[in-house]
């Protein structure tokens, strides 16, 4: 028997949730983006009117307003984002424990078990549409198909508010007839190179000569036409069995451009004490640090290296991203904005081997420290304790790392195997 | 003391805790001072409030005869729907 799986996307997500919260805004286009005035500032979503005006994703802000005036542009707030989400996955998890998120807004449902108890996956479908929108006061558009993939389309395909169910006998008139780029993992790249093999549309890619995708494309193209066929099996994995969360960074653009180690320092300082206090608060330790780091002239780079005893020092995460930034930056450009990730993402009660060369009571008195400085700001704000090295430059140290761009990597589609064969 | 941003009023609201977990509002203050007693508690539900701007947990509840919707938010505040 088939499947039945929806895969429900909350319509652009952050502006939605800012839009209920200011209802003052109502029929108004608004972005939400970061802060214009320090400097770093792009459109993270739009809302529909401000799509309308053509302002897109991605898009700097005075670009936006450029071709918008009248646009109101509001800072993000993840957490409060983080708020809707875990509430729409509530909702979910009363009619399925097959739950995949994709990132923040999307998830896969795997509704099969429960369709013959709770009605079709239609009905299912309808029904988390209008709890989403009466409880939350946010619209989703739910693909419902047998396979991932085309649920995921079916999302794609009407918006706002809308259900599109793809069977198994209209696929062939709305998935079929679509231009290649709207398959899931058909970048801008891959489109070109599909549409010069007058590959134009998921149907083509869908009858095409297995051997002729896998000579231009290689083992991605058989995993395409699969996607296409709606032959996909990869199965929606089971709520809590994978940590919603990859990795936990901050990044920021800072005020002035960096210009010395010392700058760098202060800022990586700040942003590894807002990594660690993230990962205590939510009770992880990380075994890989990562950092980032953009030029002037916006040239970017990323390095990362995996740390024997995972950890959610402050101290001991600074370290580690300044031994790898030594390491790799030369200072041939003065820096413009940097960031710092921990992935590789353990429960904090995990038991690991200690180190020969680690104090173990050293870190243990740090820890202490850092969940004490942690309790402190949580009663008294974030300003009530802060590093001397701060005090070297006030306006480099007034960026809140904490109130900057928290970063949530979804876990990629491929992690979760996609098997090919090879007869295609 | 409440606080009014546009159509949302937060109010300072007298609840009870059930041994069970239900909580219930018993009264509330108003913006401008008076206490009201909640008579009765109709319904309790998820909403969003699309006027006031915010989504909670909405308990409808009689208030002298009329029907109110006091929102307990996520943020543990309790808001009013203002009418303008």
């Known amino acids: 028997m088939d499947r039945a799986i929806l895969h429900s996307d909350m319509n652009c997500f952050y502006a ?16 939400v983006g970061g802060d214009p005035e320090a400097r770093h500032g792009i459109v993270l979503t739009a809302n529909y009117p401000a799509k309308k005006r053509g302002v897109k994703t991605g898009m700097v802000l005075w670009q936006a307003r450029q071709i918008c ?68 006061g946010l619209t989703v558009s739910i693909g419902v198909s047998w396979n991932k993939i085309y649920a995921k389309f079916g999302s794609d395909y009407k918006k706002p508010d809308a259900i599109t169910e793809i069977t198994r006998e209209n696929y062939r008139d709305i998935v079929w007839r679509a231009p290649v780029s709207d398959l899931l993992y058909v970048g801008r790249a891959t489109a070109k190179k599909l549409r010069s093999l007058g590959l134009n549309t998921i149907g083509d890619v869908a009858v095409c000569e297995p051997r002729i995708l896998t000579a231009h494309l290689g083992k991605i193209g058989l995993i395409l036409r699969i996607f296409a066929c709606g032959e996909d099996q990869t199965p929606v994995s089971a709520e809590g069995s994978a940590s919603p969360i990859k990795s936990i960074g901050n990044s920021t653009t800072t005020p002035r451009d960096l210009v010395s180690t010392d700058d760098v320092r202060m800022v990586v300082c700040l942003l590894a004490e807002s990594v660690a206090a993230r990962l205590r608060e939510n009770h992880f330790v990380g075994r890989n640090i990562g950092i980032s780091v953009r030029d002037n002239e916006l040239f970017s780079f990323g390095r990362q290296q995996q740390i024997e005893v995972p950890t959610n020092i402050s101290d001991e995460i600074a370290e580690h991203a300044m031994r790898i930034f030594l390491r790799h930056y030369r200072w041939e450009k003065p820096i413009r904005s940097v960031g710092v990730r921990v992935a590789d993402l353990v429960p904090d009660a995990y038991c690991y081997q200690t180190s020969l060369f680690l104090d173990e009571r050293m870190r243990e008195k740090q820890l202490k420290m850092d969940m004490a400085v942690d309790a402190m700001r949580r009663r008294f ?44 | 003391m409440s606080e009014r941003i546009g159509c949302k009023v937060y109010v300072d609201v007298t609840a009870e805790f059930s041994s069970d977990g239900v909580l219930r509002p018993l009264g509330l203050v108003w913006e401008d001072g008076t206490h009201y007693a909640i008579d009765r508690v109709k319904k309790i539900e998820r909403c969003a409030s699309r006027r006031a701007g915010g989504a909670g947990i909405m308990y409808t509840c009689v208030v002298g005869g009329r029907e109110i919707h006091l929102f307990y938010e996520e943020n543990y505040r309790w808001f009013l729907e203002a009418r303008e």
């Open chain 1, 69 to 136: 005036p009248e646009l109101v542009i509001v800072a993000p707030r993840m957490d409060l984002y983080l708020r809707f989400s875990r509430l729409a996955h509530q909702i979910y998890a009363e009619y399925t424990d097959l739950q995949e998120p994709f990132g923040i807004d999307e998830s896969w449902l795997d509704v099969s078990a429960s369709a013959s108890a709770v009605g079709d996956a239609r009905h299912i479908a309808a029904e988390i549409r209008a709890r989403v929108k009466k409880e939350l």
């Open chain 1, 381 to 424: 704000g974030h300003d009530a304790v802060l590093r001397g090295r701060l005090y070297c430059d006030r306006i480099l140290a007034g960026l809140d790392a904490k109130a900057d761009d928290h970063m949530v990597h979804p876990h990629s589609y491929f992690e979760k195997g996609v098997h090919v064969s090879e007869e295609g």
């Open chain 1, 16 to 31: 939605a949730v800012e839009m209920l919260h200011h209802p003052e805004f109502a029929g108004r286009p608004l972005a």
